[in-house]
C-alpha cells in the first residue's frame, strides 16, 4: 500500500511539472508577432527624466506598409524604421530594406538564453560609440497589461565592458510587440549603470 501510494505522489509530482512547462510555452501557431499588410499596433508614449519623472510622449503608431522577398521568404515591414521581419514557428527574423543582414529578433524560449552576441556601434544623444551588443530573450510568462510575452534585452556594452544602453521589449504571440522600454545615461554615457529615458506601451491593435 505504501509502494502504491508512492508512485501516486511520483505521478502527481511529473503531471505538475509537465503543466508548468506547458505554460510556459506559447502555442506555436501564435506568430510573435502578426505580420501582413496593413496590421497596426498603437502605443502610448512615456518619457522619463533622470529623476524618474515621467513627462506624456503622446501616441505612436506603426503600420506595416512593405513587403520584401529574401531567399524565396516574404518579409514584412515598416517602411519608415527600415526594419523587415519574418516568422518561422517561435523564432522572429528581421533583415533590412536590402537584405543586407539576417538575424533573430525574438524568439519564445523556456528558459534564459542569449540569441546573438557581436561588435556593435550604438548613438548615446548623437554620439557614436562602439563595443558589442548582446540580444537576450528571457522564458516566455511575463504579463504586462494583462499580455503573456516573452522579454527581449538587447544590451549594449563599450569597449571597457561598461553597460551604455539597454532597450527591453515584449512580444506576445497572436498580438506582437506589447511594450518597448529604452534606457541609457545620457550625462554619463557608458557609466556603470543607467535609467529609463522613454517607455511605450500598447494601446490598440489592428490586425487585418
Not at 94 to 105: M, N, V
Amino acid at each position: 500500500m505504501k509502494k502504491l501510494c508512492y508512485i501516486s505522489v511520483l505521478l502527481l509530482l511529473a503531471a505538475g511539472a509537465c503543466k508548468k512547462n506547458k505554460d510556459y510555452t506559447p502555442p506555436k501557431q501564435q506568430d510573435l508577432w502578426p505580420l501582413a499588410m496593413g496590421n497596426s499596433w498603437t502605443y502610448k508614449v512615456t518619457d522619463y527624466t533622470a529623476d524618474g519623472a515621467s513627462i506624456d510622449g503622446g501616441i505612436i503608431t506603426y503600420t506595416i506598409d512593405a513587403s520584401k522577398t529574401f531567399n524565396g521568404k516574404t518579409y514584412y515591414g515598416i517602411s519608415s524604421m527600415n526594419q523587415y521581419c519574418e516568422n518561422e514557428s517561435n523564432t522572429l527574423y528581421e533583415t533590412d530594406s536590402t537584405g543586407s543582414y539576417f538575424r533573430i529578433l525574438a524568439k519564445s524560449v523556456e528558459y534564459t538564453d542569449t540569441l546573438f552576441k557581436q561588435a556593435a556601434t550604438y548613438n548615446i544623444n548623437g554620439t557614436d560609440y562602439t563595443g558589442t551588443m548582446a540580444r537576450v530573450a528571457s522564458a516566455y510568462g511575463t504579463v504586462i497589461n494583462n499580455y503573456t510575452c516573452v522579454e527581449i534585452t538587447d544590451i549594449y556594452m563599450d569597449a571597457t565592458g561598461k553597460l551604455g544602453k539597454k532597450v527591453v521589449a515584449y512580444y506576445s504571440p497572436g498580438t506582437g510587440p506589447v511594450s518597448f522600454l529604452y534606457y541609457s545615461n545620457p550625462e554619463h554615457p557608458n557609466s556603470d549603470s543607467v535609467y529609463r529615458t522613454e517607455g511605450l506601451i500598447l494601446d490598440q491593435v489592428s490586425l487585418q
